[in-house]
């Protein structure tokens, strides 16, 4: 693994996925391509976990499938945000971003 | 939550769909991604390559997907229960096997459950029960510890107490029923008015006593016992209103009884105080000496036993100090009460809690068993265990399996145990009677269930855990080609060695517990009961009271019947008494003791009064019973009520009061001196009241100087039965309004008095036989496969030159030691069982060595069976064969 891309913090995985459903629904490979272009390539989605994620989310209900064609006229399994899932999505960036200026401030201090 | 389960429901139902749909996501993301590949400018064939390199291991994605899918346990559930039923379903040897010891275990706990629930823990099925107790006059000084009452003294302690709500009484007399197509006896108790409200009783039919039908000249008023109204009158409920005549008198019946225990005797029928004619004299009434009813009371709300103790015995003190001539000193009159769960469970408790431990070793046995073939099985399955591990399956998940797998088990034992326990109930309950009138409410309800459930789930996880628990399946040699023999962690063999060894300990316990019941029984036929029971016939003859008033008419009556029953074909000799031996009511009840006096010695009131068993005979009586005479004379015709007053006493109470002395000759008094009773004879002694108790001081009087007698006994030439229809005819043709029952012969009688050690030990009997059959099996398990995972070191020594009797001693060595070891631990576990069984055994030591010996000697001679079969396999090895295999 190249040195640039970094492991996705534990339970960070849930919020990226959601945030990125939010912008349009998507099928799980939108979901990870879409992870790593726009964090430029930093964050590599280890594929693997990305389905468990997927299923755990839809368990929860914060996320639902239905199966749509996909661009190249393929049947593709799509996942769409809930309305509880954006309710989740706004609680988890507002701790995300408590957390990561608490760090922040760690590190300047520092 | 039933949103939730819905959604549980509809995901298992689904689980094919989930499954394809899975399998199509995952095929898509890998043809993006190849694509995505391939643009890059990756050869096809690369890409797809890469693709998958990139996503991981398919199957594993797909074994966390569906975790997360199923990570409700209801589906789970289902998902293990599922796959267990496959398991199980392909090995059908060992789980027939395991359902069938589990089953009988559970099944034998279950069923004496059912009876320890019924009988000895469920509340009394009387309203507050636990306030009603039974009260007891005693004179523990005069060896009585269970005097009745009289009117007078039942009167004080209701007048006096602070601590009780009410008191009633009771009492049981016989009353003649006609209209039927025989007279019938018909067993009444009599009760006071408040009786049935003091019990906290409703009538299922009708209405209990109200104050006005105890009054003198009421109507007379009859509540039927639930058991009665069933046999008599199937449970017609028209039946209240009937009136019965019985004796001289129309009764009506004015209610009918829910099934309740009766205390302390069985009855058929309910009636006031009026009814007796003996209860209703005023010469009853006034004499404080008439001790006659049983007391029950319930304790006012708060009080405690003790506290109603204390305030009824100062009662009874003060008695003592106003009446000196009706409490001797010499009597140590007290009064003392039991609750009246107490009272009718005690006699049931030391059995059933003995075959509740013995039930719950078998199941004990059964789980080791299991858990044994559990780990066997285990073993075999390495390589499977270790598949699902390497595609992903966690610990947890493969202990979640196996424990699914051994509930599956458990729960299917326990509906066998459920059946087992529903067709053995019918007589366990007939059992139970034998030592509680509580019999009656014992059934398989919710509690019994319930504590099944809980029993099984207990039991397979208690089976289920220890292999579970071991299965650490370790990848590289169990799924290396050709490992064909996984290796065996010492531990895990170790376990089943365990194992092993508690069988037999258990086995020796329950087989001690059994050999010991075994060794009493056999004791207990070799008693001699002191006559010859063999052809006599005996049966109950009751004559109408309200026609014979006088003592002599009883008397004419039962000569009469002598006269007649004499003269049927077959009969040697005939006889009326007062009871016979091994009676059923003197089984119950024990002697008849009555005070006396010797002549010439001065009464010593630092010394209990002499007592004796008295008992009513005519002349016949010991020629017919056989009962020896060893000194003196017995009874003639000539001994009448104009003759001389004799008796005849037994050797027990020759040898206790006149020692050396002749008795012969000797005067006593039951009357203070007012009569004298000469005594012309010494017969033997008779176990009377029990072949396991030691034979009382007994004392018989000539039928002619009494007042008659009830019981017909007659010694047949021919067998007894042939001879029934004709006495019967006989019996009537004196009168026919006598009522007859309790037919039977002595023969019968002496077997039934045996009857409840003999089904005791039965039961015990056959759960040792079914430990000691569990045991073999285990053990001759545990070895084969000892055998078989040492084939190839046994091929290398035999090879090496080993004989084949060397092979043999060998395994049988390993076996054996086990073996030893189980016997040396069940030899303290035995001592343990043996102490609870002390109450249930005659003329036996718990510490039998006989039994001891007998016992370790059997089991260690199946033992040595069990494995000798596997280690003759061990020398059949062919060591070429053994070697190749590798």
């Known amino acids: 693994m190249a040195k640039t891309k970094s492991d996705l913090l534990q339970g960070t995985l849930d919020m990226l996925i959601l945030k990125t459903l939010a912008l349009e629904p998507m099928h799980g490979w939108g979901v990870s391509q879409r992870i790593q272009q726009i964090s430029s390539g930093v964050l590599n989605i280890n594929q693997g976990s990305l389905y468990p994620a997927l299923y755990r989310l839809e368990d929860q209900g914060w996320i639902k499938s239905e199966w749509g064609a996909s661009d190249n006229n393929r049947q593709a399994k799509y996942y769409k945000l809930t309305r509880a899932g954006r309710k989740q999505l706004d609680e988890e960036t507002a701790n995300w971003q408590r957390l990561s200026a608490a760090i922040e401030q760690v590190l300047q201090a520092g | ?886």
């Open chain 2, 1 to 886: 939550m039933p949103n939730s389960l819905l959604r549980s429901l509809r995901t298992i139902f689904r689980i094919k769909r989930t499954e394809r749909e899975m399998e199509r996501e995952m095929r898509f993301h890998l043809e993006m991604e190849t694509e995505e590949n391939v643009r890059r400018g990756i050869s096809p064939e690369e890409a797809r390559l890469a693709a998958l390199r990139s996503f991981g291991g398919v199957e594993r994605f797909k074994e966390e997907c569906r975790d997360v899918k199923r990570n409700r346990p209801l589906e789970t559930l289902w998902q293990d229960a599922r796959f267990g039923a496959r398991v199980l379903g392909r090995n059908p040897g060992f789980t027939l096997l395991a359902v069938l010891t589990l089953g009988l275990g559970i099944g034998a706990n279950t069923a004496i459950f059912s009876v320890v629930y019924g009988v000895l823990l469920r509340p009394l099925p009387y309203q507050q029960g636990g306030q009603l107790v039974v009260l007891k006059q005693q004179a523990p000084l005069a060896r009585n510890d269970n005097l009745n009452f009289s009117v007078k003294e039942i009167e004080e302690y209701r007048a006096q107490n602070q601590t009780l709500a009410d008191v009633a009484e009771h009492h049981s007399m016989a009353f003649t029923l006609f209209g039927g197509p025989e007279p019938e006896r018909i067993q009444a108790a009599v009760v006071s008015a408040n009786f049935f409200e003091l019990m906290g009783v409703t009538p299922l039919l009708g209405r209990t006593f109200a104050p006005s039908d105890e009054a003198h000249g009421a109507d007379a008023v009859l509540i039927l016992s639930y058991k009665y109204w069933q046999r008599s009158h199937k449970g017609d409920p028209s039946v209240v209103g009937r009136v019965f005549r019985m004796n001289d008198r129309p009764h009506t019946v004015i209610g009918v009884l829910p099934p309740l225990p009766q205390y302390p005797n069985e009855n058929d029928v309910y009636m006031p105080t009026s009814a007796c004619p003996t209860r209703s004299s005023e010469q009853f009434i006034a004499n404080r000496q008439a001790r006659m009813m049983s007391v029950f009371a319930r304790l006012k709300a708060g009080v405690s036993e003790s506290q109603a103790r204390a305030d009824l015995s100062m009662i009874a003190g003060r008695m003592k100090e106003s009446y000196p001539d009706d409490y001797p000193a010499n009597a140590g009159f007290g009064l003392t009460l039991a609750s009246l769960h107490k009272e009718l469970t005690q006699g049931a408790q030391p059995t059933f809690l003995v075959l509740l431990c013995a039930a719950g070793l078998v199941l004990l046995l059964a789980c080791a068993n299991t858990a044994n073939l559990t780990l066997a099985r285990l073993m075999r399955r390495e390589r499977e265990l270790a598949v699902r591990a390497a595609l992903g399956a966690t610990r947890g998940r493969l202990i979640r399996q196996l424990l699914t797998e051994s509930m599956l088990l458990s729960l299917i034992g326990s509906a066998l145990g459920v059946l087992l326990a529903a067709w053995s109930l019918r007589l366990l309950v007939n059992f139970a009677a034998r030592f509680t009138p509580r019999a009656a409410e014992i059934s398989l309800d919710n509690t019994v269930l319930l504590f099944t459930l809980v029993v099984s789930v207990a039991t397979g996880l208690v089976f289920g855990l220890a292999p579970a628990l071991s299965a650490r399946p370790s990848l590289v040699p169990s799924l290396k080609e050709g490992g064909g023999q996984p290796a065996v962690s010492a531990g895990r063999q170790r376990l089943r060695g365990a194992l092993v060894v508690a069988q037999v300990a258990v086995s020796f316990a329950l087989l001690v517990g059994a050999g010991l019941m075994l060794r009493s029984l056999f004791k207990l036929r070799e008693v001699n009961p002191g006559f010859d029971p063999e052809r006599v016939l005996v049966m109950r003859v009751t004559g109408n009271w309200s026609k014979h008033t006088t003592g002599q008419q009883y008397r004419d009556l039962s000569l009469r019947l002598i006269e007649r029953a004499q003269a049927v074909p077959g009969a040697l000799s005939t006889a009326m008494a007062s009871t016979y031996p091994l009676n059923p009511f003197g089984l119950a009840n024990g002697p008849n003791n009555v005070n006396f006096q010797i002549e010439g010695r001065a009464p010593n009131p630092n010394e209990p009064t002499p007592q004796v068993d008295f008992r009513i005979a005519s002349a016949d009586y010991f020629r017919t019973i056989r009962l020896p005479l060893l000194k003196g004379r017995l009874f003639t015709e000539a001994d009448d009520a104009q003759a001389r007053q004799v008796a005849v006493i037994n050797q027990t109470l020759a040898r206790h009061r006149w020692g050396n002395e002749d008795p012969v000759g000797q005067r006593i008094s039951f009357n203070q001196g007012q009569s004298w009773i000469t005594i012309v004879g010494v017969v033997g002694d008779v176990r009377q009241y029990g072949l396991n108790r030691e034979p009382a001081d007994e004392l018989y009087r000539p039928m002619r100087q009494t007042s008659g007698a009830g019981y017909l006994l007659v010694r047949t030439t021919v067998t007894p039965s042939v001879m029934m229809a004709q006495l019967r005819q006989a019996v009537y043709a004196v009168d026919p309004e006598n009522a007859i029952d309790q037919t039977q012969t002595l023969e019968n009688a002496r077997n039934e008095s045996i009857a409840s050690p003999r089904l005791t030990t039965m039961l015990l009997g056959l759960f040792a036989a079914l430990a000691v059959f569990i045991t073999a099996a285990g053990i001759a398990g545990v070895m084969a496969l000892a055998v078989s995972q040492r084939t190839h070191e046994i091929g290398i020594r035999m090879a090496l030159g080993a004989s084949a009797s060397g092979v043999l001693r060998m395994i049988l060595r390993q076996g054996l030691t086990l073996v030893l070891i189980g016997l040396a631990l069940g030899v303290a576990g035995a001592f343990a069982l043996t102490r609870l069984m002390s109450t249930l055994l005659f003329a036996v030591e718990p510490t039998d060595p006989l039994t001891w010996l007998a016992v370790a000697v059997t089991l260690a001679a199946v033992a040595a069976a069990a494995c000798f079969i596997p280690a003759r396999r061990a020398t059949r090895i062919d060591p070429l064969a053994a070697l190749r295999s590798e």
